[in-house]
């Protein structure tokens, strides 16, 4: 969508003047899952669209700097995950070990520090807030509900999707969260034991 933006912007106006260039480039960013039919529904709404007839050149300027504001920003983003990457394999991480990626790994290590400094998993797992909550009243225990949730939101969305990418690539953690899933009903099953997978992991 950002080359139809530059190349003929999107005002009604330019947008009719241009048919065959706006279908080229529409059956190419979609990798031609646009159908004709489609491409052609939406240059006639064009044509009798309500939009702006006014200062068109303006309005198509302002899209094209803002998609090269965004280009500008994707070639940062770019930058910056290049020099995570340099970084992580330089502190030769044991959570890079486990196959998640270099922006997952720093998020996580950033968040709570190296994983070293922790007695055990379970203690990692209550800095995270993916420990098991209890209710409880007086003196009874009633249950183990869902995670505690204390601390950051955060490390729990890294270690969350750290945990995707682990049981998808380590063929043992798949078993683990196989096995798990097994247990319990169809609508309970995903979310819940990935999270239980990032604190096995």
């Not at 700097?65 to 030769?92: S, T």
């Not at 007086?138 to 750290?162: E, F, N, Q, T, V």
Request: net charge positive; hydrophobic share 35%; aromatic share 6%.
């Amino acid at each position: 969508m950002r080359t139809l933006f530059r190349e003929v912007g999107l005002t009604p106006d330019v947008l009719s003047a241009k048919p065959e260039k706006v279908r080229k480039i529409l059956e190419k960013a979609s990798r031609k899952q646009l159908s004709s039919e489609t491409i052609d529904n939406l240059l006639q709404r064009a044509k009798t669209s309500i939009g702006t007839r006014q200062a068109e050149a303006v309005v198509n300027n302002q899209f094209r700097m803002i998609v090269d504001y965004l280009d500008f920003m994707d070639g940062q983003v770019e930058q910056i995950n290049l020099e995570l990457r340099c970084r992580m394999e330089a502190l030769k991480s044991p959570i890079m070990s486990l196959g998640i990626g270099p922006e997952l790994a720093a998020t996580i290590l950033a968040e709570s520090g190296a994983v070293e400094r922790f007695a055990g998993p379970r203690e990692y797992a209550a800095f995270c807030g993916l420990d098991p909550s209890v209710r409880d009243s007086g003196d009874s225990i009633r249950g183990i509900s869902h995670i505690s949730k204390r601390g950051s939101p955060l490390l729990r969305w890294a270690m969350y999707m750290a945990a995707i990418a682990v049981y998808k690539k380590h063929r043992d953690f798949g078993k683990i969260y196989a096995g798990h899933t097994k247990q319990q009903p169809k609508g309970r099953r995903q979310k819940g034991h990935r999270y239980a997978l990032s604190m096995r992991s």
